[in-house]
């Protein structure tokens, strides 16, 4: 059974930054490719970012790309985002889930999501 547990949430002033951590269990992490996605309130979950199986290769939304960092620790069984110069609308519920595809950006490419955690960016 695989489990995926998220931490490193919390609430940061704009231009702030802020590490998610990502937890695996229960699957061969090393043979995934890892995404993050988030929800805002009364918003779809979107992408946000993913990591091929060896950290080779990795793909942004838009949205995040130069603020944010997606990195894995094989090792750990273990995925990051790092997130900086943070603003309010990356505001959201963080998730990590394993990826069906190659760095797929699309939500129904994934399965096993985590539980979130709360990000909140105050102006």
């Known amino acids: 059974q695989v489990q995926l547990v998220e931490s490193g949430g919390g609430l940061v002033q704009a231009g702030g930054s802020l590490r998610l951590s990502c937890a695996a269990s229960g699957l061969t992490f090393s043979s995934y490719t890892m995404g993050w996605f988030r929800q805002g309130s009364g918003k779809e979950r979107e992408f946000v970012a993913a990591?091929?199986?060896?950290?080779?290769?990795?793909n942004y939304a838009n949205s995040v790309k130069g603020r944010f960092t997606i990195s894995r620790d094989n090792g750990k069984n273990t995925v990051y985002l790092q997130m900086n110069s943070l603003k309010p609308e990356d505001t959201a519920v963080y998730y990590c889930?394993?990826?069906?595809?190659?760095?797929?950006?699309?939500?129904?490419?994934?399965?096993?999501w985590g539980q979130g955690t709360q990000v909140t960016v105050s102006s």
């Open positions: 889930a394993v990826a069906r595809r190659w760095l797929a950006r699309s939500s129904r490419e994934y399965d096993s």
């Open positions: 990591i091929a199986w060896n950290g080779g290769s990795t």
